[in-house]
Each structure stands twice: as C-alpha cells, then as structure tokens.
C-alpha cells in the first residue's frame, strides 16, 4: 500500500457501503464511476481548481468515462482511489484512477475520464490557464 501511496500522492479514501452490492454479491458495476467522481473532485479541491471555478466560472466538464474491472469488491472494505493525469492538451486532460483495495491488497479497477474546461458564462470550451496546467504537469504521468 505504501508503493500505492507514493505512485499517487493525490489518492482518496473510500469506505465500501453495504447497500453498494448488488444480487452477486460484489460491488455493482455503475457505483464505480460514483467512486471516480468522488477521487476527482477531491483532486480538484486540492489543486485548488474548485475554488477557481467560483471566480472565474471556467470548470471542468466530462466527456467520456471509461472503467476496467479486474477483481470484485465486496463489503466491508477501504478503497484507496490513485488519481493521475495524461496527454495535456490546450482545453483537456485525461484524469486516470487506479482503485486499490486495502483487503485484497491489490488494485482491483482502473479507470479513465476525458476532461475538457468550459467557461460556464459563454457556454464555449476554454483554455487550461497557467496555474492549473502546472498542477496538471506535477501528476502528470507524460513528463
């Protein structure tokens, strides 16, 4: 876990919640991306791009998740969400999730979701500005 730890120094505790199962027994499909959702806005928050899209109205948007199951997750259980970031481009970014289950001991998903910044007050696709494409560049998995 410790490896996991340093390979994602932004990465999210999530407790696995019972009601979180479904008919088989394991952690359904569709409460993955919920996970995902929760690990990035968590990044967000700690590379202060929330706090930006209260002033400036540019924020970010999805346009595509994608998910890979490797090992069920059952209850109980702590989930530790491993987020990075690819391919940086003028509006985009790729935010990449790694979930690793402290009672496997494993990485159990991994995951991926599109990126784009929307300026919310235009309703136009915007550029990534200085500040937040540094913060991207420093868990950036390309450099």
Do not use: C
Not at 18 to 40: C, I, K, P, S
């Amino acid at each position: 876990m410790q490896d996991f730890k340093q390979q994602y120094p932004i990465h999210t505790a999530i407790n696995v919640a019972w009601g979180e199962m479904d008919a088989l027994q394991h952690v359904n499909n569709v409460v993955y991306f919920r996970y995902f959702e929760t690990a990035r806005i968590d990044f967000f928050n700690q590379i202060g791009l929330l706090a930006d899209l209260k002033v400036t109205q540019v924020g970010p948007v999805i346009s595509e998740n994608q998910a890979r199951y490797k090992r069920p997750v059952t209850f109980p259980d702590t989930l530790l969400v491993g987020v990075s970031i690819s391919d940086i481009k003028a509006d985009r970014f790729l935010m990449h999730y790694h979930i690793y289950s402290q009672s496997q001991q494993a990485v159990t998903t991994i995951g991926s979701s599109q990126v784009v910044m929307f300026n919310f007050k235009t309703g136009q696709k915007a550029v990534l500005d200085g500040q937040l494409l540094e913060a991207l560049h420093k868990y950036s998995q390309d450099d």
